[in-house]
């Protein structure tokens, strides 16, 4: 059975930092990303990275600078560390996977957490 299980959300102050936590269980993938989505919007591609390069990673212009995507192999984690956080940033955070290089879609990823909710205060 595949689930992929976010943590770390919750409130914080603008210009803080947190890190959301995203482990994968069931199933191996190469692609993988977070999005996230507010009420009554689409879900928005925040960054994605891929397994056979490390090196690789998108983000999104909104938080290019102030977010960080990782993966630990070991752990099967996929993690974003987020700072300099901006009241723009409140949102669900979902992390989400898939076998495949990147992508920004989310109609491309058949696997998903089921989210974390990040708010940020001012």
């Known amino acids: 059975q595949v689930q992929l299980v976010e943590s770390g959300g919750g409130l914080v102050q603008r210009g803080g930092s947190l890190t959301l936590s995203c482990v994968c269980t069931g199933w191996s993938f190469s692609g993988y990303a977070w999005f996230r989505q507010v009420p009554g919007k689409e879900r928005e591609f925040v960054a994605a990275g891929v397994t056979f390069d490390i090196n690789e990673k998108w983000y999104s212009d909104a938080v290019k600078g102030r977010f960080t995507i990782s993966r630990d192999h070991a752990k099967n984690t996929i993690y974003l560390q987020m700072n300099a956080l901006e009241i723009e940033d409140t949102a669900t955070y979902f992390c989400?996977?898939?076998?495949?290089?990147?992508?920004?879609?989310?109609?491309?990823?058949?696997?998903w957490g089921s989210g974390t909710q990040v708010t940020v205060s001012s």
């Open positions: 989400a996977a898939r076998r495949g290089g990147e992508s920004f879609s989310p109609d491309d990823y058949p696997f």
